[in-house]
């Protein structure tokens, strides 16, 4: 899954971003890693504000964004948008949570109707690993 970002490309973000360069494929997954929805699953019905647990299977470890520790990561959930760009940073913004303290889990207050959630996994740099670790994208209706 390693691609190639044009140089003016990552030199632009660096700047924008100021961080230290990384691209996905730096931090490695263990194979068979799985994030996944514990409390919520595809078509259910909720009423906000609502609890969102996220779990990862045995193989890798949760922690705290800035720790580059081997085989761990962070909790994101992306709401209502496509999955991030593996190559970059997961933006921060209000669509795009990251559990920085290592958390498992988040409430959530949306408006009435539909709404998607994803999980994503990834390093202390905030980029997918290689192999990225993303849940299905699953549609909740809030009544
Ligand atoms: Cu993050």
Redesign the pocket.
Known sequence: MKSMLPLWCVTASALVLGVTLSYAGETPSVDGTRVYFINIKHNDQVESPFLVQLGLSEQMGVAP?AADWPDT????LVINSPTPNPNK??P?DKV?L???MGQTEVTLDLPPGQHTLQAVF?????IMHEDPIVSDTITITVK
């Open positions: 964004a990561g962070h909790h994101h940073s997961i921060k795009h990251h559990l920085n990834a390093d202390y740099a905030h």
